[in-house]
């Protein structure tokens, strides 16, 4: 079983930053890709970013040029540093992972979530 946990989230001013964290823990033998995705309420879940085993990286559009996702897989843990905020950014952020077990099944999970209000 396979457990993420973020922290990070906050109120913000808009054009602030906030850094997210994810740590992935439990019978974990490798994460193939590790990402972010956000909901806001009455919206849909949308993919943020993601960063694979090989340090490819993806972002929304919406967020390219902001947000900078990174990992150590030593740790299974990723960041998402948010730059430059803005309110449409609020939402609440989940991170996602995926790979391999130590039972060598195939795993994918999500964390429970961390509240990002940008507000002033």
């Known amino acids: 079983q396979v457990r993420l946990v973020e922290s990070g989230g906050g109120l913000v001013q808009p054009g602030g930053s906030l850094r997210l964290s994810c740590a992935a823990s439990?019978?974990?033998?490798?994460?193939?890709?590790m990402g972010w995705y956000r909901q806001a309420p009455g919206k849909q879940r949308e993919l943020v970013a993601t960063i694979t085993d090989g340090e490819r990286m993806h972002y929304s559009d919406s967020v390219k040029g902001r947000f900078t996702i990174a990992r150590d897989s030593s740790k299974n843990t990723a960041w998402l540093q948010m730059n430059n905020l803005k309110p449409e950014d609020t939402a609440v952020y989940l991170c996602y992972a995926d790979g391999i077990s130590t039972a060598l099944n195939l795993f994918d999970g999500w964390g429970e979530g961390t509240q990002v209000t940008v507000s002033s």
């Open positions: 439990g019978s974990i033998f490798r994460i193939n890709t």
